[in-house]
């Protein structure tokens, strides 16, 4: 008996089986458990059915909200805390839980009638996850929530300080890579770096390297023959997957969820996304009034947040000129869509 049986009485909603199951439909009943691990852990069978979804935007854009959104529904679940798979002894704890859910939901392999998903933002700056992802869940469908990169910043910083993380009240100098293992700096802000991670685009053109890399870059290519030369070597610098990651992704502006029109448009493409039968409920507006250590748009940020719109220049184009050309990338309600991008070309202060 699992953990979660001894904890409570299933819900009302791990009752529910809603079936459009034919008489001619073959029902896949699951497999043993040691089928699928080993007794040390390691995978041994297909555990690709095991996760429908995975909501891994960026931080503070919205992960939260599309959790408890998602659960709102008796066709879906997500895990109520993060769950994330940065190691691939973290895989082996995922499918004994996963495992659990899927009977206490009554479900089969195939076909369900509940799908399944867990909430882990910041997957893209790390290349674990990503290479957990391509390895066991190649057909797990990406939610992916952006924002614009200055306004990212501010949130991420006051989240951070909230949990008492120690971080220079002097934002230049987070200006440039992340160190001593803080997670705040600018370049975690250049948004497109990270998506190039999951290979969805060419990496080509010098006008796509430059978007992802800067002009600097890609000149110093050309004149030093010892620097990079290949699109191999660029895919290897920002640890890409080399076939690129088989995976959907659908990508919403967080803005899109405050927006009562937007929210509506917003709904129906996750729900048409996730082929999900149960109208999603209307998205109910709500305002955060968390305390703030910094406000981004005092003086005193300056420096970084030019910095932070350079990247949110480069992020916005290269999300619409090639991330979007990628069949395997839907957006909510593109007018929408493309019209909060445009922004991100924009100082918001």
């Given amino acids: 008996m699992s953990s979660y049986q001894k904890e409570r009485a299933p819900t009302e909603k791990e009752k529910h089986y809603v079936s459009n199951i034919t008489s001619d439909t073959t029902i896949v009943a699951l497999p043993p ?3 699928l691990i080993a007794t040390n852990g390691t995978i041994i069978g297909d555990i690709s059915w095991m996760l429908d979804f995975a909501i891994i935007a960026f931080p503070k854009s919205g992960t939260t909200f599309m959790k408890d959104y998602l659960n709102q529904t008796s066709e879906t679940y997500v895990y109520e805390r993060e769950y994330c798979m940065k190691r691939h002894e973290d895989v082996g704890d995922f499918v004994r839980e996963y495992y659990d859910l899927h009977v206490r939901y009554n ?4 076909p369900k009638t509940v799908q399944f998903g867990l909430k882990c933002p910041g997957v893209f700056y790390r290349a674990d996850d990503i290479h957990v992802f391509a390895k066991y869940f190649p057909r797990t469908k990406f939610i992916v929530g952006l924002r614009h990169p200055v306004k990212w910043f501010e949130s991420f910083y006051n989240y951070q300080v909230y949990r008492n993380v120690s971080l220079p009240t002097n934002t230049s100098k987070l200006i440039g890579r992340c160190i001593d293992h803080k997670k705040v700096c600018t370049d975690r802000g250049r948004l497109h770096a990270a998506l190039a991670r999951l290979g969805k685009t060419p990496m080509l053109e010098n006008e796509e390297l430059s978007l992802l890399y800067g ?3 890609i000149q110093a290519t050309h004149s030093n023959t010892d620097m990079m030369t290949s699109s191999t070597q660029d895919h290897r610098r920002l640890s890409v997957q080399p076939d690129g990651l088989a995976n959907e992704i659908f990508l ?7 927006d009562k029109e937007s929210s509506k448009e917003l709904s129906k493409s996750i729900q048409r996304y996730l082929g999900i039968h149960e109208e999603f409920p209307e998205i109910q507006q709500y305002k955060q ?11 005193e940020h300056d420096k970084a947040r030019k910095v932070l719109v350079e990247h949110a220049s480069s992020a916005s184009n290269w999300i619409q000129q090639y991330f979007l050309g990628s069949s395997d990338v839907t957006v909510a309600d ?5 019209h909060l991008l445009n922004d991100w070309s924009v100082d918001p202060c």
């Fill in 33 to 35: 458990l040691n089928e």
């Fill in 107 to 110: 479900q089969p392999q195939y």
């Fill in 215 to 217: 002009q600097d870059i």
């Fill in 252 to 258: 919403y502006e967080v803005r899109q969820i405050h």
């Fill in 289 to 299: 009034n968390k305390t703030r250590a910094i406000n981004i748009c005092n003086g």
């Fill in 334 to 338: 593109p007018n929408s869509f493309h």
